[in-house]
């Protein structure tokens, strides 16, 4: 089964912009969409979005379009870019890929060990 | 927006069964997943379309559908499967995945 390792700041100042990137190991990118989750502290799980190894995206519509999703299939690697990040922003977030057929039927089979982002001064 | 509503608690002895349900106007029309979730760590899969288990997990977990309600059962209820448990499901009208409310589970 794939891997999957987040790495990025752990500590981020508001108004600034957060990058996150995932490492996936084991498996191709061409495998699977590879997918962002958050989760604020105490709280429960919010999808991001999704990025296929093509470079097409889809986002959370209820969430505002803050977040940019790519890819680096030379590095085995996909990010997430959130920007204007407030404390409210503060969460773990987590890498995930997906199993299913997709839409209706997409389930999260493989995670990152979740990165814990804090949004402060 | 969507949402999908879970119990927030629910106790259960050693040895009894577990169960956790999951409602949303359309949970019958489209596939439900659960997760397991243990503090500190990443969510794990234990069910997959509705009543699937991926490879690895126990036959202790069960799922099932009906209506507009997901339940998802653990039988014989053990120390280890103290956690927090999330449904999955789909929002059909922003078109994209939408996760429960969340339930912690303890074992007494």
């Known amino acids: 089964q794939v891997q999957l390792q987040e790495s990025g700041p752990g500590l981020v100042k508001p108004s600034e912009t957060l990058s996150l990137t995932c490492t996936v190991s084991?498996?191709?990118?061409?495998?699977?969409?590879w997918n962002w989750i958050r989760q604020p502290p105490g709280e429960g799980l919010e999808w991001i979005g999704y990025?296929?190894?093509?470079?097409?995206?889809n986002y959370n519509p209820s969430l505002r379009s803050r977040f940019t999703i790519s890819v680096d299939t030379s590095k085995n690697q996909f990010s997430l870019k959130l920007s204007s990040v407030t404390a409210a922003d503060t969460a773990v977030y987590y890498c995930?890929?997906?199993?299913?057929?997709?839409?209706?039927?997409?389930?999260?089979?493989?995670w990152g060990q979740g990165l814990l982002v804090t949004v402060s001064s | 927006s969507y949402v999908l509503t879970q119990p927030p608690s629910v106790s259960v002895a050693p040895g009894k069964t577990a169960r956790i349900t999951c409602g949303g106007n359309?949970?019958?029309?489209?596939?439900v997943h659960w997760y397991q979730q243990k503090p500190g760590q990443a969510p794990v899969l234990v069910i997959y379309?509705?009543?699937d288990r991926p490879s690895g997990i126990p036959e202790r977990f069960s799922g099932s559908k009906s209506g507009n309600t997901a339940t998802l059962a653990i039988s014989r209820v053990e120390a280890g499967d103290e956690a927090d448990y999330y449904c999955q499901g789909w929002d059909v009208i922003s078109d994209h995945p939408v996760f429960g409310t969340g339930t912690k589970v303890t074992v007494l």
């Open positions: 995930a890929s997906r199993g299913g057929i997709g839409g209706s039927g997409s389930y999260y089979n493989s």
């Open positions: 379309y509705d009543s």
């Open positions: 084991g498996g191709s990118m061409s495998d699977s969409y």
């Open positions: 359309y949970i019958g029309s489209k596939s």
């Open positions: 990025i296929y190894y093509s470079g097409s995206t």
